[in-house]
C-alpha cells in the first residue's frame, strides 16, 4: 500500500481561503495544533475564520518537539474535546506531530505548513524526537494527509532561514535517493529520483534568488517555495519506501543527539549532512563527481547564510568524545548509512568527520 499525496491540495495567495469549504465539509471540531509564539496571529487567524463558518474549534501547542510527552498529552486533549479532526498549523515539527496523533486517533488530518522549510505538510511519515529534540525513529503512516493547505501569504512570513533550512532539505532527496536507489528495478522509483534531480536543479537556479527576495510575485520564490514543500513530498509519494535516504539523514539524527544550547533546523543540519555524504562517496567510493557537487553545494550554501560544517551547528566534535558519539549513532543498526551501496564502519565516521572538520576552513 501506497499514499502518493494528500487528497486534496490547495496552493497560492488564496489557499486558505479556498479551502474553507472543504474543511468545512469534513470537520465540525477541529483541533488548531500549532507552536510558536510568534506565528500566534495566523493561528488566531484560522480560528476566526473557522469560528465564522459555525466550526467550534480548540487550540493546543505542543510544548517541545514532536515527542512522546507532547504526543500524548494532545491525544488526551482531544478526547476530552471531542475533536473530529487536527489542524496542523506550523513548521515540520507541528505537521509531524498533528499527522501521528489524527492516524492514533483514526481523524483526519489538515496540513497548514507555515514555512516552506520541509515537505512535512505533504508526506505519510512522522519523525519523532525526544522533548529535547534529539532524533528517535521515523514512522510510516498510513495515508498522507486529507487535506493540504499550502498558503503563499502564509509562507511569505516565515523567516528567510526557514527557505533556506527548505532548500539544503529538498537538495538532499536527489544525492541520497540517486545514491541509494540507482540499482532499483521499478520504474516509479526511477521516475522519482529523476524529479528529485529536476527539483535539485530548481533549486540550484532559483534557491538564491528565492531567498534574497522573498515576494509572491517573484516567480522564483514561489517556484522554490513549492519546491521545497510540495514537490519535494511527491518525491517521497511516488519513491515509497524504496526512494530512501542516505548519509545525509544518517548523519542528521546522530548530530541532534548532542545537545547544543542552540537549536538548528531539520534542513540546517540536514546539508550539513550532505557535504559529510559527498565526502565520504569520495573517500569510499572514489567518485570524482562527488567533489564536484560539494564545490557546488558550499557556493550555494554560503549564499543562504546556511552552516556548512559541525562546529558552526555549535559542536566542538573534539570535546565530550563527540566524535565516537555521532560514529556509535550513525552506525547504529537501525541506520539509514546501511542503505549506502558500500560498507560503511564507525573507523570511517570518526575519520570522515574529524578530517572535514580539521579542513573545514581550506573547503
Ligand atoms: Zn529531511
Redesign the pocket.
Known sequence: MQSVSPELIFRGIDAWEKALPEITKITKNPLILGRSHNTYHLRDKIFRDLKNNNLNADFANLHFDCCYEDISRIKSIISKNFNDSVISVGGGKVLDAGKYIAECLDIPCITVPLSAS?CAGWTALSNIYTKNGQFIKDVSLRSCPKILVYDHKFIQTAPSRTLASGIA?AL?KWYESSLTSATIDDGLVQQAIQISRVLRDQLLINGESAFKHQFENNPSWRNTIEACGLTAGLVGGIGGEKCR?AAA?AI?NSITQIITPNKFL??EI?GVGLLLQLRLEEMKNKNKLADQSIKQLLELMKNLNLPTNISQLGIDVFKNQNLDKLAEFTCRDKSEIHFLPFEISKKDIVELIANFEEQKIKI
Open positions: 520541509t532539505d538532499a535516504t539523514h542528521h531539520h534542513g540536514v
